[in-house]
């Protein structure tokens, strides 16, 4: 089984996913905008979907028409996903360790802020968002999600794609 496409997919998955934290970090989202972070920060799940779409598709028109099963787009995304969650920890840590170290601290700046500002209690948000915003629990959670997304979008491109063909 040819996994060449899969491991394309998933290593540009995470390099998007990669230049999309640094733009949003040079554009100040992360900092002097980082009120707007929330209404941005969903956008990067666009990577994983465009992806795991894109080499699942590929997957069923190498296939002779007929062959292609759930279990062959299930296959594909898990390389996809693997990869790219695997490869995204490695850049994410780079990003958050070495190019932009202050982003737990103005995240948990953030939600104080909002959290005094709604009247909430202040302290208890801070403590919450100490336990959120740290590099081992933020990783996990990226790792997490990623690989629910790309599960969940490998399983629907293969139901579409087999109802397509029908």
Known sequence: ???????????????ASFLWICLEFLIGMHDR????HLYIAGLIYAFPAIGVYWAVR????????????????LMSGVI???TAAFLNLF??????????PDYFGNMIAASAKKAIMTGGNSILVIQEA????NLSTFLLQNFMNLLILG????????????????
């Open 1 to 15: 089984m040819v996994i060449k496409n899969e491991l394309i997919a998933g290593a540009a998955i995470a390099l």
């Open 33 to 36: 905008y980082i009120d707007y």
């Open 58 to 73: 590929k997957r069923y028109y190498s296939l002779p028409p007929g062959e292609f099963k759930i279990k062959d787009g």
């Open 80 to 82: 996809i996903i693997v």
């Open 91 to 100: 850049l994410q840590f780079i990003f958050f360790r070495f190019i932009n």
């Open 130 to 133: 100490q336990e959120n915003y």
């Open 151 to 166: 599960l969940f979008i490998s399983l629907l491109t293969s139901f579409r794609l087999i109802k397509k063909g029908k």
